[in-house]
T-cell receptor
Framework: QKEVEQDPGPLSVPEGAIVSLNCTYSNSAFQYFMWYRQYSRKGPELLMYTYSSGNKEDGRFTAQVDKSSKYISLFIRDSQPSDSATYLCAMSAKTGRRALTFGSGTRLQVQP | DTEVTQTPKHLVMGMTNKKSLKCEQHMGHRAMYWYKQKAKKPPELMFVYSYEKLSINESVPSRFSPECPNSSLLNLHLHALQPEDSALYLC??????????????FGSGTQLSVL
């Protein structure tokens, strides 16, 4: 079993839709949770960063962490064609090896 | 400035060539990373430098040789690569691997093709 599971998609939605992207994880040591957006042939761009359970909002983006269920989500409101990209969840542990562990990424396509 | 700059953007090399990838950041970050990313896969960690010292080597073959000349620069020297080494090579930096706050900032990558 992978430490971090993420549906690869592709996920296709119409412009203006609410998008929900999710990851599950198995390592209870993970404390920091991130979402990266990656356009084709570009480096990942940090979108959201959260610590512990709860919600964090930034513009059209909301990150949600439920540590009891080992489940994190990224919601995108009023999705735009420019949001079409691959979204990678990433997380790191509080102790031991602290390098990021990435999910496999979900490819999102927002249709105009 | 939240930019990590990588050069070149594209590189084609033969299996007997020697080339180098370069990375630069001016955010005052003390940790720098090399990742390798194959198409439709997540980035895979190769090396981590913390305060200019190599702190993590993920059992990377010796044909990849990292170098950190100073806190702003990171190089990856390539020699005798194989076609399966073709990938997007990403450089990243973060404030400090000694803290728990590991927000990584990535460069745009070097798309490497080995013929």
């Amino acid at each position: 079993q992978k430490e971090v599971e993420q549906d690869p998609g592709p996920l296709s939605v119409p412009e203006g839709a609410i998008v929900s992207l999710n990851c599950t994880y198995s390592n209870s040591a993970f404390q920091y949770f991130m979402w990266y957006r990656q356009y084709s042939r570009k480096g990942p761009e940090l979108l959201m960063y959260t610590y512990s359970s709860g919600n964090k909002e930034d513009g059209r983006f909301t990150a949600q962490v439920d540590k009891s269920s080992k489940y994190i989500s990224l919601f995108i409101r009023d999705s735009q064609p420019s949001d079409s990209a691959t979204y990678l969840c990433a997380m790191s542990a509080k102790t031991g090896r602290r390098a990021l562990t990435f999910g496999s990424g979900t490819r999102l396509q927002v249709q105009p | 400035d939240t930019e990590v700059t990588q050069t070149p953007k594209h590189l084609v090399m033969g299996m007997t060539n020697k080339k180098s990838l370069k990375c630069e950041q001016h955010m005052g970050h003390r940790a720098m990373y090399w990742y390798k990313q194959k198409a439709k896969k997540p980035p895979e960690l190769m090396f981590v430098y913390s305060y200019e010292k190599l702190s993590i080597n993920e059992s990377v073959p010796s044909r990849f040789s990292p170098e950190c000349p100073n806190s702003s620069l990171l190089n990856l020297h390539l020699h005798a690569l194989q076609p399966e080494d073709s990938a997007l090579y990403l450089c990243a930096s973060s404030q400090d691997t000694g803290t728990l706050d590991e927000k990584l900032f990535f460069g745009s990558g070097t798309q490497l093709s080995v013929l």
